[in-house]
């Protein structure tokens, strides 16, 4: 299994964002946690492990929104993200073009509970 994280045409970086994303849609808390914390150690960025959340949310809505605040409070723990202050970014724009719009996925119910739980969500 730890072959499958080793850089190759994608990083191990970007393996363990798409891990942690997969992760979100999926409801595995251990999963979540373990992969953000090992994107994290090999150079993520609070603000890709947030965007990486936001294409979760895109395609698991409910259960990605959901999953997500364990990984805000996650980063809030580890002082990477101000509590106050927390933004997901929005989906691609090019995502319309491409036939889909975030709303088929049941985001925005999604995106409507983050305010709910203390979350600000960009547009």
């Not at 895109?58 to 106050?84: H, K, N, P, Y």
């Amino acid at each position: 299994m730890a072959e499958t994280y080793k850089d190759g045409s994608l990083t191990g970086k970007t393996k363990r964002l798409m891990a942690m994303a997969v992760a979100l849609t999926h409801g595995c808390r251990g999963c979540i946690l373990f992969q953000a914390d090992q994107a994290l150690a090999l150079g993520a960025t609070a603000e890709e492990v947030l965007e990486a959340c936001a294409v979760a949310i895109s395609i698991g809505g409910t259960m990605g929104s959901a999953e997500t605040v364990r990984v805000v409070a996650f980063l809030q723990e580890r002082g990477l993200i101000d509590q106050f202050d927390i933004r997901l970014p929005s989906p691609a724009p090019e995502s319309a073009e491409a036939g889909w719009a975030f709303s088929d996925c049941g985001a925005p119910a999604a995106r409507a509970s983050l305010p709910a739980a203390g979350i600000a969500t960009a547009r």
